[in-house]
Every structure is written in C-alpha cells, then in structure tokens.
C-alpha cells in the first residue's frame, strides 16, 4: 500500500493530483461525448437490424392525435374535423375508429422534429374545439422525447436525493458533521471522474442512458462506503494515542488493504457481464467498472491525504444527540445477537438458512422478459400512458416484427410475389393484423415488411407468432426466393433473443464470477473453507433477493406503494446482473468482518473470540456501510423506470439480507461451528502469497 502511504507523507501533492485526474477525466469525457447504444439487440435481432439500416427501409415516423370519448361513441364528424385541423397545418392524416368505437386515431408521417410541432400544434387546436373529448398527441418522435425526459428526470431526482440522504445516515454513523461530509466528497468526486471516463469508453462499449443512472448510485454508494471504513479505522487509531500520520498510515494498512480486495472483487465480478456478448450489459458493466475503479483510487490516494491535513478536526461539526466523536459502533445489539448465537450455532445456522430459503423460494417462478419501451412511466406520462391505449385500442397499433430480406437483382419479380405471399398468409393465419406495412428499397432488391403481431407486444401470443414467423411462414415465402437472405426483428423477436442469449450465457458467467471469487479469497485469506462459505452465503443472500423481487414485481405485492404497474416479468438483464454486482458488493463486509477475524486469530486469540470480538468492532462500520447502500440503492424504487426501480428493490434487498441475517447470524454461527477449520489450507496451497487484506497495523 505504498501509494497510500506516500499520499499521507505528501498530502497536498496528493490532493492536487487527485483533482488534476479528477478534471482531466471529466474534460476527457466532454471532448470525446458519450456514445450511446442505438438497442441491444442479439443474434437474428441484431441482423436485421442491420438489413434494415443498410438498405434505408425504415418507413417515416409517424404523429398521432389518440381521441378518447368520456362516454359514448366518438362522433364521426369530430374525427373528420380534426383531420380538416391536421390538413389545414400542411399534414397528410389517416383517421381509424376502434372497433368498440370509443376511440380514435388521426395520424400523419413526419420527418422531423418541426412536423412533429405541427401535429401537437393541431392537438391543442382539436381539444380546444372538442372539450368533451380528451386528445393526446403521442407518437413516434413526441414518446422517443418523453423517454429521454423521465431518463433525465430520473438522474436529476437520484442526484437531488442521494446527496442528503447519504449525509444523513453518515451524520448518524459519525455523529460529526466534518466526519459525515469527507466520505460524501470522496464519493462525489470519484463520480464525477467515473462519468468522464464513461465518454472515451463508451467508444468501445457504448451505454444506455440509464447506465448513467447506475453510474451515479452506485459510485456513491461504493464510494461512501469504502470512505466510511477507512475514516471509522483512522479515527480509532486516534482514539488509541497515536498521531493523525500515524493513524491514517496504520488505515492505510488494514482498511486501505481491504478495500482494494473489495473493489477488485467488485471489478472482476462485474468483468462476467462481458462473458454474455450483449451490449446492454457490457456498457453497464464498463460504467461500473470505471465508477467503482475511481472510488478505489480516491480512497487509496486523496482520502489519506484529507484525513492528515484535518487531523483531530475531522471530529468538528459535532451533532448533538447523535454521539460523540468517536469511531461509529453498536453498543448492545449486535454484540448480544451474536452472543446469542454464539450459545447455540447449530440451531442459529439451520435457522437462517431456512428463512432465506424460504424467501428465495418464489425466485423458481421468475419470468424473464426484456422490458418494452413502455416501461418508462406509461402510467403517469400522457404521452407514453397514450401509446399504451393505443395499442389496446387498435389491434394494428401493437408492436411489430419487422421482416427483412434482400435479394439479388434478377429475383425482384419472386421478391415482390414472395412478400405479398407472406402478408396475406400471415394475416390469414392470425399472426399479424392489418394494416401490414410494405417498405421497399429503390431498386427492389430489399424490403421491410412491418407485420402488427397478435397478442400485446409482450405477451406468449406475440413471442409464439415471432417464432412461427421465423420458423415455417418466413423459409416458406421469402425462403424460397433464390440468394435470399432474411431476418425477423423488432422490439418482440428482440425480446426473445435477448433473453435467450441471457439464459444461454448464464452458466459461464456463473462459473467466471465463482472461479474468480473464489481464487481471490483464498489468496487473501489463506483458507480453503473461506471461499466456499463466502460463495455459499453470498448465493443465499443473492437467491432471497431474486424471490423478494419475484413477490414484489410478479405478484404485485408493492404495485401502490412503488407506482408501478406489473406486466408480470422481471427485467430480463436483471438478474445476472444483480448476481455480479452483489457478488462483488457482498465481500466488502465479509472482507472488512473476516479481515478482523483473522487478525485477531493470528493475535492468538480463538476463533469463538476473534468472532465475538470482531463484529462487535465492526458492527456501527457495517451497519451504517449497509444503511447508506440501502438507502441509496432504494432511490432507484422512487424512479419511474420499470427496469431501474426492479434494480433498487434487489439491491437494497440483498444488501439488507447480507448486513443483518448473513452477517449478523449466519457467518458467526458457521464460523462458530467450524472453528479451526475456517483457516484451512491443503498444504500444496501454501505457496500462495500472504495477502492478507487486515493485517495489524
């Protein structure tokens, strides 16, 4: 830990450098801008995609006025003035009434953002002429619009919120306003360089806009919490006698050593999004990466520099009632829990297993499904709420595949026969609806046929129709054309391939995160029974949080509460995700707790001792660590994103599991029955190095 060292022997040099990174970054990222991810999609998805861009098929956007009738018919002649209001306005419209006649649509192809003008022009002269009716305009340009909105709103309320609410549990935690604030900095700082990187990487690995979101809770909450350990040990030492250099040195030793294992632990497990090849997760990955790199970096270098510089002023800004300057601990409560548990281990383990088996349980039912467009607020966004009537109302309003072929140029005459073939069989056989779309290029050699699949888009009819599609009505249509090539896309085949590359990828990732974890505790620790517990709690920890998520998002459990509405899947991405993430956020406490453990084991003192007196130490440092995870984690909850608000709920979750049943019951209780066993290692394992990530100081 030389760089930790020599930052607190050159503070200010170390705090300078740590700013000129910290700008260098962020103007880096200005001048390379982020690059974003046009979709995620995989495999035939991916392919047709790509047809469809080469050859220019994409048809005109199109604007719609969606006219809902408060009771009643909607009048005919309402709809055939408003389309008099759209031509007025130098638009082309098309009126459709619903079958059930309570809804309309006057819709009108634009190119650009000032067609898209006139056509909400055109709504608010409607609805001003027709009171009675309610008109919304929604569309392809004005939802794309709504989506960016609620993603930016969504980053500014998570920027708003994360601030106070972090410094408040510090403030409890420390009970010193200069303590509470350092932490916060750090993190705020690391984050700001985590998002300049993001640009020249997002060159490689381009992102979503939500990973910035991520990006931003994340890198606070690891931020804090490596800063909140490394504060908490220098304060200690403090209190033990020893000078501010002294102090900090000795944190640099043991809590410095601690979190560079945590936060490459982190890394690693994050690495095995890579493994799966789909865009989505590697930009998310890459931003995680980075955020989490930083907040690494800072501590090692700008955070043992501030602690020097301000000494015993760390302690200023006490709160009253809040406690006195001194390292954050809990006095009674965990000490006597793990007393508790202490006089009976067996039963304590059996005990806790069981529960979280039993909240892990509806984990066995989840439903995977890559979330549509309309998971963004489409219940309280009118725009995007608007969309979703109209696919309800207008059977040909739902989402399409997207068929793509291209041909050789003697074959446009079979091409054109091949297609109409494909469309009349297709709506015949009750896989689409009308109206079917036809876009062809100039030459005739390439088309899109945009098919209105049956079912919603999202549900077994559409996925079963993608797939008929794919398998016999495509090869025998425009199969049959010689030198044909084709592909089914669109937002439901894009489901489909998406989370069976997930499903696919699964296994490997599974066995890249565990082979790694594995290897870098036992390096650490020197324990072959280490590791294996570690992984076997943390799959406990991480299989309860995947059944609270089932229970919350597919059995509607929480639907008033968050502001949701379910569609009865979770995010397709989101559980390999959140196995990663955790894997890697979960060692942060077993390194800090059992980094201890083995200290004092190698003090002398048993393993009963070491534990007992272990998390009675570490018991304030975890839990306000897992206080501000879970409280910054549950910001995603409040957020209108159907995919981040399932994110929230299994983070915070799992690390409330892990800082109270795992931590507090389960990794006594084993570590109780095992004793001496814990420190294991097979003598043909002795050559590894000593790594120890704690060691006395």
């Known amino acids: 830990m030389r760089i930790g060292t020599w930052s607190?022997?050159?503070?200010?040099?170390?705090?300078?450098?740590?700013?000129?990174?910290?700008?260098?970054?962020?103007?880096?990222?200005?001048?390379?801008?982020?690059?974003?991810?046009?979709?995620?999609?995989?495999?035939?998805?991916?392919?047709?995609?790509?047809?469809?861009?080469?050859?220019?098929?994409?048809?005109?956007?199109?604007?719609?006025?969606?006219?809902?009738?408060?009771?009643?018919?909607?009048?005919e002649a309402a709809v055939a003035e408003i389309s008099h209001i759209f031509r007025e306005r130098g638009l082309r419209p098309e009126s459709h009434i619903s079958a059930d006649r309570h809804a309309a649509l006057v819709s009108a192809a634009v190119t650009d953002e000032n067609g898209?003008?006139?056509?909400?022009?055109?709504?608010?002269?409607?609805?001003?002429?027709?009171?009675?009716?309610?008109?919304?305009?929604?569309?392809?340009?004005?939802?794309?619009?709504?989506?960016?909105?609620?993603?930016?709103?969504?980053?500014?309320?998570?920027?708003?919120?994360?601030?106070?609410?972090?410094?408040?549990?510090?403030?409890?935690?420390?009970?010193?306003?200069?303590?509470?604030?350092?932490?916060?900095?750090?993190?705020?700082?690391?984050?700001?360089?985590?998002?300049?990187l993001l640009g020249p990487l997002s060159q490689l690995f381009p992102v979503e806009d939500s990973a910035k979101t991520v990006v931003l809770l994340i890198g606070m909450a690891v931020g804090v919490d490596y800063a909140l350990f490394f504060v908490a040990r220098s304060r200690a030492e403090r209190l033990r006698g020893r000078t501010p250099t002294e102090a900090v040195e000795t944190a640099v030793q043991t809590s410095g050593r601690a979190v560079l294992v945590s936060g490459a632990t982190v890394a690693a497990a994050l690495a095995g999004m890579y493994v799966v090849g789909v865009g989505t997760l590697s930009g998310i990955a890459t931003a995680t990466i980075a955020v989490v790199g930083c907040a690494v970096l800072g501590s090692l270098t700008v955070l043992p520099a501030a602690l020097v510089l301000l000494g015993s002023r760390v302690d200023r800004g006490r709160i009253p009632f809040l406690g006195r300057s001194r390292a954050p601990s809990v006095a009674r409560f965990w000490p006597a829990v793990v007393a508790a548990v202490a006089r009976r281990p067996a039963l304590a383990a059996t005990a806790g297993t069981a529960v979280l088996a039993a909240l892990a349980l509806p984990a066995l039912s989840l439903h995977l499904s890559k979330p549509s467009d309309l998971a963004l607020a489409a219940q309280t966004n009118p725009t995007l709420r608007a969309l979703a009537e109209v696919r309800q109302a207008f059977a040909g309003a739902g989402d399409t595949a997207e068929v793509a072929v291209v041909a050789p140029k003697g074959s446009r005459e079979q091409l054109r026969d091949a297609v109409a073939e494909l469309r009349a069989r297709a709506v015949r056989e009750r896989l689409a609806h009308e109206p079917v779309g036809v876009t062809a290029s100039p030459?005739?050699?390439?088309?899109?046929?945009?098919?209105?699949?049956?079912?919603?888009?999202?549900?077994?009819?559409?996925?079963?129709?993608?797939?008929?599609?794919?398998?016999?009505?495509?090869?025998?249509?425009?199969?049959?054309?010689?030198?044909?090539?084709?592909?089914?896309?669109?937002?439901?085949?894009?489901?489909?391939?998406?989370t069976r590359q997930i499903r696919h990828a699964l296994p490997f990732v599974l066995a890249f995160v565990l082979v790694l974890a594995f290897a870098l505790l036992l390096v650490a620790f020197r324990s072959i029974v280490i590791p294996v517990k570690a992984i076997a709690l943390n799959l406990l920890s991480v299989g309860s949080a995947y059944g609270i998520l089932a229970l919350v998002f597919e059995h509607r459990w929480a639907e008033g509460l968050l502001g949701f509405h379910s569609n009865g899947t979770i995010v397709a991405w989101l559980p390999l995700f959140l196995f990663v993430v955790l894997f890697g956020l979960s060692m942060d406490y077993h390194v800090f707790i059992l980094s201890r453990v083995r200290e004092a084991v190698d003090g002398g003192a048993s393993t009963e001792s070491a534990v007992r007196q272990s998390i009675s130490a570490t018991a304030g440092v975890v839990t306000a660590a897992a206080a501000v995870m879970v409280c910054v984690f549950a910001l995603f909850g409040t957020l209108s994103s159907l995919e981040l608000k399932q994110t929230g709920v299994g983070l915070a979750a799992a690390v409330l599991i892990d800082a109270t049943l795992i931590r507090g019951v389960l990794l006594p209780a084993s570590m109780l029955l095992l004793g001496e066993r814990n420190w294991y290692l097979p003598r043909r394992l002795r050559w590894l190095p000593r790594l120890a990530p704690e060691a006395s100081g």
């Open 8 to 75: 607190a022997r050159h503070p200010w040099r170390a705090i300078c450098a740590w700013l000129a990174f910290v700008l260098a970054a962020v103007a880096l990222g200005a001048i390379a801008g982020t690059k974003t991810l046009d979709n995620g999609a995989v495999g035939e998805s991916a392919r047709g995609y790509t047809m469809i861009d080469h050859h220019h098929l994409w048809g005109p956007a199109h604007e719609l006025a969606f006219v809902r009738t408060r009771h009643g018919a909607v009048p």
């Open 116 to 196: 898209a003008r006139r056509v909400r022009e055109a709504v608010v002269a409607a609805q001003r002429a027709h009171p009675e009716l309610r008109i919304v305009e929604t569309g392809d340009i004005s939802a794309d619009r709504a989506r960016n909105d609620i993603v930016d709103r969504d980053l500014h309320r998570a920027e708003l919120l994360s601030i106070p609410v972090t410094l408040a549990v510090l403030l409890f935690a420390f009970g010193a306003l200069t303590a509470a604030i350092v932490p916060v900095v750090l993190a705020l700082t690391a984050v700001a360089a985590g998002f300049g």
């Open 443 to 498: 030459d005739g050699t390439a088309a899109a046929i945009s098919l209105p699949l049956a079912g919603d888009g999202a549900n077994a009819a559409s996925r079963r129709a993608v797939d008929d599609l794919r398998r016999r009505l495509v090869p025998a249509t425009l199969g049959r054309v010689p030198g044909a090539e084709t592909a089914v896309t669109g937002h439901t085949a894009e489901d489909l391939d998406f």
